[in-house]
């Protein structure tokens, strides 16, 4: 007798039976050849079963026997409600055949010390005679299996796991709801996140989420549910060594975990295991999956630690509803969860990440030091979990202790070999370095999140590296000199698309500012982004990133010159940065305030909102702790100087500009002191001047015009030529039409031809100068 779901079948009568009417078997009546054809796709369920294979095994004989195959699978799914297009027991692959995907259980109950007695759990073997074996061979089969692991069972002799290796790589599978139940949808990657939760806990594996997995899926372009051929093939792709896949059903007003552990060399083990409450047994369901891992293995300390029904459910909702849905969402059900069972600290640390990002600092404060007095040395995941969410924290907020706190986030998570961790510590660093302008630490920051990525594996198929190493914040004037902005936008895409698939929409929000940000991308797909990443985050109710992507609304409208739809948002970002009370959002909304100022100065001839700029920039200038705040409002200065005439006051301001960046640090913004200060003498006549700044490197656009146009003037045609002819050879993506028109001109004049000159662009024409994309 076999059973699935709420089915049995007699393999031997080919009868079925349906068991979901109070435990009552309601014989279902299947012709001869639909009980074999049942049969056989059972017996084969490792793999697709090719057509050919089944009319060569079932219809040796006779004219219709394509048209008898294809009716008895109809008739096989309508005897098990089953749908082609949304199958639970057999699964259609188009030009290959037709494969059983329903896990088997079977009433036999494991009676083990280390495992409780409410388990079921089965692993069958694939021999073509499993299917006459009576309940009390499966019992004693399954019995001797799960306490002894035996390697040499003669009847199984390929299901006895070995013990995994320090480096074993264990894949957790989002699970599938088959209870009918819509409100039951979390376990799908609640229950799933928290099985990969408990099984981290075991040093002796290398643990990959559900969400991480299904990113491996989206990009191997694979579907739910997955083949154990198609699985086998991602694990070697992804140097894993098992599977774990899982449905829940219910059943005598039980929850029942039907599961698979699918091994990369072949094997398979498959059970059930059944609770009143699986989340409110997920250390025991953890501790029995694992011992099927490693049957070796000692039972952790977790062994026989429950969590109370309602609270671990409330967990398990909490987990998948932030990840699809929200901190905003999931918060009630990690309060919830935490005041059901104080004594496990897992939901109070997801309720301190959920006010972290929900801009609730003193509620998050409170929470996650708390959690942190109770953590203890079994826990190293909670601990570098604590440690990460409590730094991040500190960035928010714009402590002064924030590298303590990053150090130590990067400290713990190493030592809790947990990647999705580590990865998180890593962009904590990669970030402070960022903010203190050192690139090269950016740049290993970068590279040790790399190495993350499973060894031979490329990392632009995994979309939260692509997030990450796409999302290297290329805000504002300045950018890492070793950031490849354009393969960032490539990456960014592509974890826009798998995000979008999965509904992810915190992650969606955030790769849309990022994209946003990316100013190589056509600048309607940036301004379609940012408008949409606003929306995003006004809905999840994240008062900081909404800041962030605020400022940047306004950034961006500033290089198309609308200083006052500019001005608009950064007065609405200001509100929030009050509120946050972070005091480098404070200061970057006045800086861009006065930004906008001047943008409206300069280039609505708005003689007052200049005056307005100059004087706020002024006031700002001394006050400023950031040197790239700081580098920038001189320039800004002398261009807002130069545009009242007052060229003595503009030059000094530029000069200072370029001292200030000639310690290397920002050198984009470096470059832009020194074409403003070159167009100044350039306006003035002064052309000697002009070519002595050509001792820095010609790295933009503007300079080679300007010095182009210095020569020009001094009656140097060819060298006007020369200079510009070298840039467009070295930089041919900053190379402009209106360029090229001015290089024709020059190599006229050289001819000895008399024609007008096009007027030189102002320095302040474009706040990113040549970098951005039309």
């Known amino acids: 007798m076999v059973r699935f779901a709420h089915f049995e079948f007699d393999a031997q009568t080919g009868y079925l039976y349906d068991m979901s009417s109070n435990d009552q078997r309601q014989e279902i009546k299947l012709r001869h050849k639909v009980a074999e054809l049942l049969c056989y796709l059972i017996e084969h369920r490792d793999r697709v079963v090719s057509k050919d294979e089944l009319l060569g095994a079932l219809w040796q004989h006779g004219e219709f026997r394509d048209t008898s195959l294809t009716q008895s699978i109809r008739d096989l799914r309508k005897a098990l409600g089953d749908k082609a297009q949304q199958p639970h027991y057999v699964r259609t692959y188009p030009q290959r055949g037709y494969q059983w995907i329903m896990p088997l259980a079977t009433d036999a109950a494991v009676t083990v010390d280390e495992i409780p007695a409410s388990q079921d759990i089965t692993i069958p073997k694939t021999s073509s005679n499993w299917l006459k074996f009576s309940r009390v061979h499966w019992a004693t089969l399954t019995l001797c299996l799960v306490a002894t692991a035996v390697a040499a069972w003669q009847l199984l002799p390929w299901t006895a796991s070995k013990p995994p290796s320090a480096s074993e790589h264990v894949v957790v599978m989002p699970f599938h709801n088959r209870s009918g139940l819509a409100e039951l949808n979390w376990v799908e990657l609640g229950l799933a996140d928290m099985l990969s939760m408990v099984l981290r806990q075991n040093a002796q594996a290398d643990i990959t989420s559900p969400s991480q997995s299904q990113m ?194 990067v400290a713990l998570a190493e030592k809790s070999e947990d990647k999705a961790l580590k990865l998180l510590s890593y962009r904590l660093a990669a970030r402070a370095a960022w903010a203190a302008m050192q690139w090269r630490d950016h740049q290993q920051w970068l590279t040790r999140a790399r190495a993350l990525s499973d060894n031979l594996v490329a990392l632009d198929d995994q979309a939260d590296m692509l997030f990450y190493l796409g999302n290297q914040a290329n805000e504002g004037l300045e950018q890492s000199p070793w950031s490849d902005i354009r393969q960032n936008g490539l990456q960014l895409r592509k974890a826009l698309n798998y995000y979008q698939q999965l509904d992810y929409r915190p992650r969606i929000a955030d790769t849309q500012l990022a994209i946003a940000r990316n100013y190589s991308l ?101 006050q400023l702790d950031n040197p790239l705040l700081a580098l920038s409002t001189h320039i800004f200065l002398g261009w807002g100087y130069a545009a009242q005439g007052d060229t003595a006051k503009a030059e000094q301001y530029l000069l200072q500009a370029i001292e200030l960046g000639d310690n290397g640090s920002a050198p984009t913004t470096h470059h832009y002191a020194v074409y403003s200060l070159m167009k100044l003498y350039l306006d003035q006549g002064q052309y000697q001047r002009v070519l002595a700044l050509q001792h820095y490197p010609v790295t933009t656009r503007l300079q080679a015009r300007y010095l182009a146009r210095a020569y020009s003037a001094l009656g140097e045609h060819q060298r006007a030529v020369a200079t510009l002819a070298q840039f467009a050879q070295q930089f041919p993506h900053y190379w402009g039409e209106t360029d090229q028109h001015q290089l024709e001109n020059y190599q006229r004049l050289a001819s000895g031809q008399t024609i007008p000159l096009q007027i030189e662009p102002q320095a302040h024409s474009v706040y990113c100068e040549t970098e951005w994309q039309s």
């Open 522 to 622: 056509p600048l309607s797909e940036r301004q379609q982004a940012l408008e949409q990443a606003i929306t995003a985050y006004r809905e999840l109710h994240q008062p900081y990133e909404l800041t962030e992507a605020l400022l940047y609304a306004g950034f961006f409208h500033l290089q198309q010159h609308q200083g006052r739809r500019a001005e608009a948002l950064f007065r609405e970002a200001q509100t929030y940065a009050k509120t946050l009370g972070n005091p480098h959002f404070r200061e970057m909304v006045r800086f861009y305030l006065a930004f906008a100022m001047l943008d409206q100065g300069l280039f609505d001839a708005d003689q007052l909102k200049l005056q307005q700029a100059i004087q706020r920039m002024t006031e700002l200038l001394p």
């Open 216 to 409: 491996w899926l989206l990009n191997a372009n694979l579907t739910q549910p997955t083949s154990e051929s198609d699985i086998r093939t991602l694990l070697n792709a992804r140097q894993a060594d098992v599977a774990i896949t899982a449905a829940v059903r219910l059943y005598n007003q039980q929850q029942v975990l039907d599961f698979r552990l699918i091994h990369a060399d072949g094997r398979i083990q498959q059970g059930s295991i059944s609770y009143p409450s699986l989340p409110g047994e997920i250390y025991a369901v953890g501790e029995q999956i694992n011992l099927l891992l490693n049957p070796q293995a000692m039972p952790k300390k977790s062994s026989g630690k429950t969590f109370l029904k309602l609270s671990s459910e409330s967990f398990a909702e909490g987990i998948s509803a932030l990840e699809q849905q929200g901190a905003y969402r999931a918060r009630r059900y990690f309060s919830a969860a935490a005041v059901l069972d104080p004594s496990d600290l897992w939901p109070q640390a997801y309720l301190g990440r959920s006010q972290v990002l929900l801009g609730e600092w003193t509620s998050a404060e409170q929470t996650l030091v708390t959690v942190a007095k109770h953590l203890t040395d079994s826990d190293p995941v909670l601990a570098a979990f604590v440690a990460v969410w409590h730094a991040e924290l500190a960035r928010r907020r714009g402590d002064e202790d924030q590298q303590p706190r990053v150090a130590q986030a």
